[in-house]
């Protein structure tokens, strides 16, 4: 079994639409739960970023950490065409967000105007 | 300032040969860190530094790939008789602590794009 599993995509909204966006991992190590956002040709950029199971909100984003089922998700309301990206889960180790990240494959999401 | 940078932006190879990625990172952040990124896949981790020293690098592929970090800043990636399977966006990010000492956020560079044919 793979460390990480993403859904799989890519995946096309229109404009305003609420997207969710989910990622499973079976390695109990991990502690830290992120979410990137890469745009095309460029590097990630850290979107959102946890420890703890329950949501975290940050504007537009919410992200999901159900640590007993082993599931993290990231909710983006109101999308917006310059959403478009593909969008990354990431863990840590028990050191935070500066120790080596294991990443999902990446799912990309286009926000039609 | 100035995010991390990385040279060359894209790089054409042909198998066999050697060559050498650049990255130069956020002004003071001490810990440094390689991936490698194939299509259609995330980011996977390579080697990361504290300060000079390589902490980890249990993400090389095989002994064709090395990275070294002479005065703590700047990092050079080398990939000796690249195959055909080394092509992949290589990124490089850095923090501003290392493991251990806080939960710090790791910023990307842009990538190397490498090609071998």
């Known amino acids: 079994q793979k460390e990480v599993e993403q859904d799989p995509g890519p995946l096309s909204v229109p404009e305003g639409a609420i997207v969710s966006l989910n990622c499973t991992y079976s390695?109990?190590?991990?502690?830290?739960f992120m979410w990137y956002r890469q745009y095309s040709r460029k590097g990630p950029e850290l979107l959102m970023y946890t420890y703890s199971s329950g949501n975290k909100e940050d504007g537009r984003f919410t992200a999901q950490v159900d640590k007993s089922s082993k599931y993290i998700s990231l909710f983006i309301r109101d999308s917006q065409p310059s959403d478009s990206a593909t969008y990354l889960c990431?863990?840590?180790?028990?050191?935070?967000?500066?120790?080596?990240?294991?990443f999902g494959k990446g799912i990309t999401l286009s926000v039609r105007p | 300032g100035a995010g991390v940078s990385q040279t060359p932006s894209n790089k054409v190879t042909e198998k066999g040969k050697y060559v050498e990625l650049r990255c130069d990172p956020i002004?003071?952040?001490?810990?440094l860190y390689w991936y490698r990124q194939s299509l259609g896949q995330g980011p996977e981790f390579l080697i990361y530094f504290q300060g000079t020293g390589a902490a980890d690098d249990s993400g090389l592929p095989n002994d064709r790939f090395f990275a070294v970090r002479p005065e703590g800043s700047v990092s050079t990636l080398k990939i000796q008789r690249t195959e055909r399977g080394d092509s992949a966006v290589y990124l490089c990010a850095s923090s501003l602590t290392w493991v251990g000492q806080g939960a710090d956020e790791q910023f990307f560079g842009p990538g190397t794009r490498l090609t071998v044919l």
């Open positions: 990431a863990w840590g180790g028990d050191t935070g967000a500066n120790s080596k990240l294991t």
């Open positions: 390695n109990s190590a991990f502690q830290y």
């Open positions: 002004s003071g952040h001490t810990a």
